[in-house]
């Protein structure tokens, strides 16, 4: 494949200059794509200006739009070496080379967008050349990827993008103005994170694969949308719940035709669970933590508010048990097997502007992810190790086939499913 003729400005902020244009979240697609430009480290913080690129010589011309994605806002600042890991995260499969001169340090990223990095050398100025990886073409996008129609309300609110829920969830906020995670006491909040359903509003979006009802979903949930609902906290900053704000509330429709509507029981917009971005930051911090929840996995539906009353910030996330949050749908419940569009409404008598962030599909449970971190690996195998022998029946999560022992046949289990 010829190498991609791109236009415009990535738009990375250099320290010290002005902020960039307001950005929005954009699904990756799936060609080739190279952007390049010089910038030094410590200004990798904010992205967003507009480019274009073709890629010549691959059978059609391939032109796509691109905004230099938005998280690049979650990279720390960073006066030295690299840090061994960096919380970025991107809409599609991304492979990107950082270099300068015979310097280099390569990164990758899984589907969801989780990037590892392997440090080379220290770099204070850099090269950026990022390539959509062909494997995008085939990676199943989790979240919301068109706004089929939007209306902001009866009044008009102070959040009128929609197009800020297309993509991932938001992990760090108040880019530019308040910067902090996002964290179960502090939701997303600025107008590149969240559109806001007044009294009369609506706002349907389509997914590009249906959402399904699978029996593998965690507690049969198979979708999560998420709001700026937070947790109250009554001992600032330490983070103890202490009561719960801007759950405003919010219907939830489910279409798989985008014409015949059910209307989910149950279940409020914008409410019960709070986002949470990362795993090792705490309720305040300004910059990004570096391990990820996952947006894709549910906070299992029988806790309620009672349950988090009381608790500090890293209880409720033992409680969350890796998830980012997000209120749980499960499809089944109005007696569908799958869908394809998500409405989101605001009754005109009712009281409070829903706020919207983004949606995600459920992710199935893998089997052998005994520790539940998405990946079977050697900590899946340790574990599996340790419980070796018998166990009474559905009280050994090791007893892959459930026939009361862990044994070799779940060792070959897990193998079957390593990765």
């Known amino acids: 494949m010829a190498n991609p003729v791109c236009t415009g400005d990535a738009g990375l902020k250099r320290e010290g200059g002005e902020n960039p244009p307001r950005t929005r979240r954009r699904n990756g697609l799936p060609i080739h794509l190279g952007i390049r430009t010089q910038m030094p480290l410590s200004g990798l913080q904010e992205a967003g200006r507009e480019g274009g690129c073709e890629t010549p010589g691959a059978g059609r011309p391939a032109v796509v739009n691109w905004r230099c994605p938005r998280v690049m806002g979650e990279v720390p600042r960073v006066r030295g070496p690299f840090p061994p890991w960096i919380p970025v995260t991107f809409p599609a499969r991304v492979v990107c080379v950082f270099s300068q001169g015979n310097r280099s340090a390569r990164i990758g990223t899984n589907k969801y967008g989780r990037i590892e990095m392997k440090r080379h050398t220290l770099c204070q100025s850099v090269v950026i050349t990022c390539a959509f990886a062909a494997s995008a073409a085939s990676a199943d996008n989790p ?208 009281f409070g502007t829903v706020e919207i962030d983004a949606m995600a599909k459920v992710s199935p449970t893998i089997t052998g992810d005994l520790n539940g971190d998405g990946v079977v690996d050697v900590s899946d195998l340790l574990i599996l190790l340790a ?13 892959l086939n459930g026939d009361g022992i862990v044994d070799v046949s779940d060792l070959l289990i897990l193998l079957a499913n390593w990765g």
């Not at 502090?186 to 389509?206: E, Q, Y």
């Not at 399904?212 to 947790?231: A, R």
């Not at 949050?325 to 409405?343: C, F, H, P, W």
């Not at 419980?387 to 007893?399: E, I, K, V, Y």
Request: some cysteine; glycine content about 14%.
């Open 143 to 350: 979240f919301v990827s068109k706004i089929v129609s939007y209306h902001p309300g009866d009044t008009t609110p102070d959040f009128v993008d929609p197009d800020v829920v297309i993509g991932s969830p938001t992990r760090f906020t108040g880019i530019g103005v308040f910067p902090g995670v996002v964290s179960v006491f502090n939701p997303p909040w600025s107008d590149t994170d969240i559109v806001s359903i007044a009294p009369g509003g609506h706002l349907t979006v389509r997914f590009e694969t249906p959402i399904v009802n699978d029996p593998n979903h965690p507690f049969g949930i198979d979708l999560l949308i998420f709001g700026n609902t937070g947790f109250i906290d009554i001992a600032y900053p330490n983070g103890i719940v202490g009561g719960l704000f801007g759950n405003d509330g919010g219907i939830v429709e489910v279409s798989a035709d985008g014409e015949t509507w059910h209307v989910i029981p149950d279940v409020e917009a914008d409410g019960m669970f709070p986002t949470q971005g990362y795993l090792d930051s705490g309720p305040f911090d300004k910059t990004p933590g570096r391990e990820l929840t996952d947006f894709t996995r549910p906070v299992d539906p029988a806790l309620t508010y009672a349950d988090f009353d009381g608790l500090d910030h890293w209880q409720v996330m033992e409680l969350y048990n890796g998830s980012g949050g997000g209120a749980g749908v499960d499809i089944a419940s109005v007696g569908l097997n799958e869908v394809t569009y998500v409405r989101i409404s605001q009754p005109s008598d009712a």
């Open 387 to 399: 419980a070796w022998g018998g166990c009474p029946l559905n009280t050994c999560p090791a007893d």
